[in-house]
Nanobody
Framework: EVQLQASGGGLVQAGGSLRLSCQAS????????IGWFRQAPGKEREEVSC??????YYADSVKGRFTISSDNAKDTVYLQMNNLKPEDTAVYYC???????????????????WGQGTQVTVSS
Protein backbone atom coordinates (compact mmCIF):
# COMPACT_ATOMS: atom_id res chain seq x y z
CA GLU A 1 0.00 0.00 0.00
CA VAL A 2 1.35 3.40 -1.01
CA GLN A 3 1.59 5.72 1.98
CA LEU A 4 3.00 9.21 2.44
CA GLN A 5 3.50 10.91 5.78
CA ALA A 6 4.28 14.63 5.78
CA SER A 7 5.72 16.26 8.87
CA GLY A 8 7.82 19.18 10.03
CA GLY A 9 5.33 22.02 9.83
CA GLY A 10 4.95 24.62 12.52
CA LEU A 11 4.80 28.29 13.40
CA VAL A 12 7.73 30.46 12.38
CA GLN A 13 8.40 34.16 12.02
CA ALA A 14 8.91 35.74 8.63
CA GLY A 15 12.47 35.18 7.48
CA GLY A 16 12.72 31.92 9.37
CA SER A 17 13.19 28.37 8.14
CA LEU A 18 11.48 25.02 8.34
CA ARG A 19 12.26 21.61 6.90
CA LEU A 20 9.38 19.43 5.86
CA SER A 21 9.74 15.68 5.53
CA CYS A 22 7.74 13.25 3.45
CA GLN A 23 8.18 9.66 4.57
CA ALA A 24 7.24 7.24 1.81
CA SER A 25 6.33 3.56 2.05
CA UNK A 26 4.90 0.93 -0.24
CA UNK A 27 6.99 1.88 -3.27
CA UNK A 28 10.57 2.62 -4.27
CA UNK A 29 11.25 6.31 -3.83
CA UNK A 30 14.05 6.48 -6.42
CA UNK A 31 11.81 5.11 -9.15
CA UNK A 32 9.08 7.67 -8.83
CA UNK A 33 8.28 11.37 -8.76
CA ILE A 34 7.39 13.19 -5.56
CA GLY A 35 5.75 16.57 -5.43
CA TRP A 36 5.12 19.13 -2.71
CA PHE A 37 1.97 21.19 -2.90
CA ARG A 38 0.23 23.64 -0.60
CA GLN A 39 -3.22 24.94 0.02
CA ALA A 40 -4.06 28.13 1.86
CA PRO A 41 -7.55 28.78 3.28
CA GLY A 42 -9.97 29.73 0.54
CA LYS A 43 -7.47 29.02 -2.21
CA GLU A 44 -6.86 26.18 -4.61
CA ARG A 45 -4.08 23.69 -4.08
CA GLU A 46 -0.94 24.94 -5.81
CA GLU A 47 2.37 23.46 -6.78
CA VAL A 48 5.52 24.11 -4.79
CA SER A 49 8.21 21.72 -6.01
CA CYS A 50 8.80 18.24 -7.37
CA UNK A 51 11.67 15.82 -7.70
CA UNK A 52 12.43 12.73 -9.74
CA UNK A 53 15.57 10.81 -10.60
CA UNK A 54 16.66 13.38 -13.20
CA UNK A 55 14.59 16.48 -12.52
CA UNK A 56 13.68 19.00 -9.90
CA TYR A 57 11.34 21.93 -10.37
CA TYR A 58 10.15 24.83 -8.31
CA ALA A 59 7.24 27.18 -8.56
CA ASP A 60 8.33 30.74 -9.28
CA SER A 61 7.03 31.84 -5.90
CA VAL A 62 9.55 29.68 -4.02
CA LYS A 63 12.59 29.65 -6.32
CA GLY A 64 15.75 30.59 -4.50
CA ARG A 65 14.14 30.03 -1.10
CA PHE A 66 13.03 26.37 -1.08
CA THR A 67 15.16 23.32 -1.81
CA ILE A 68 13.85 19.83 -2.45
CA SER A 69 16.01 16.77 -1.82
CA SER A 70 15.66 13.04 -1.49
CA ASP A 71 17.27 10.49 0.81
CA ASN A 72 16.48 7.18 -0.83
CA ALA A 73 18.04 5.18 1.99
CA LYS A 74 15.49 6.70 4.35
CA ASP A 75 12.65 6.75 1.80
CA THR A 76 12.21 10.42 2.62
CA VAL A 77 11.89 13.57 0.55
CA TYR A 78 12.67 16.88 2.22
CA LEU A 79 11.59 20.42 1.50
CA GLN A 80 13.94 22.94 3.06
CA MET A 81 12.16 26.27 3.29
CA ASN A 82 14.23 29.36 3.98
CA ASN A 83 13.34 33.04 4.15
CA LEU A 84 9.72 32.17 4.76
CA LYS A 85 7.07 34.77 4.06
CA PRO A 86 3.54 35.15 5.45
CA GLU A 87 2.20 34.20 2.03
CA ASP A 88 3.83 30.79 2.43
CA THR A 89 1.27 30.01 5.13
CA ALA A 90 -0.67 26.91 4.05
CA VAL A 91 -1.14 23.23 4.60
CA TYR A 92 1.67 21.47 2.77
CA TYR A 93 1.12 18.10 1.15
CA CYS A 94 3.45 15.62 -0.46
CA UNK A 95 2.25 13.40 -3.27
CA UNK A 96 3.61 10.53 -5.36
CA UNK A 97 3.32 9.88 -9.08
CA UNK A 98 4.24 6.25 -9.63
CA UNK A 99 3.93 6.57 -13.42
CA UNK A 100 7.00 8.82 -13.71
CA UNK A 101 10.63 7.96 -13.06
CA UNK A 102 12.90 10.37 -14.90
CA UNK A 103 10.79 13.49 -14.75
CA UNK A 104 8.26 15.13 -12.48
CA UNK A 105 5.31 17.41 -13.04
CA UNK A 106 4.16 20.41 -11.06
CA UNK A 107 0.49 19.77 -11.67
CA UNK A 108 -1.42 18.35 -8.71
CA UNK A 109 -3.77 16.55 -11.10
CA UNK A 110 -1.17 13.98 -12.14
CA UNK A 111 -0.47 12.78 -8.61
CA UNK A 112 -2.80 10.00 -7.44
CA UNK A 113 -1.25 9.37 -4.02
CA TRP A 114 -1.32 12.02 -1.29
CA GLY A 115 -0.18 12.37 2.29
CA GLN A 116 -2.24 13.99 5.03
CA GLY A 117 -0.61 17.44 5.05
CA THR A 118 1.30 19.49 7.59
CA GLN A 119 0.46 23.06 8.62
CA VAL A 120 2.99 25.82 8.03
CA THR A 121 2.20 29.20 9.54
CA VAL A 122 4.46 32.20 8.98
CA SER A 123 3.84 35.24 11.14
CA SER A 124 4.76 38.73 10.05
Amino acid sequence: EVQLQASGGGLVQAGGSLRLSCQASGFTLDDNAIGWFRQAPGKEREEVSCISRNDGYYADSVKGRFTISSDNAKDTVYLQMNNLKPEDTAVYYCAADLARTLSCALSPAVYPHWGQGTQVTVSS
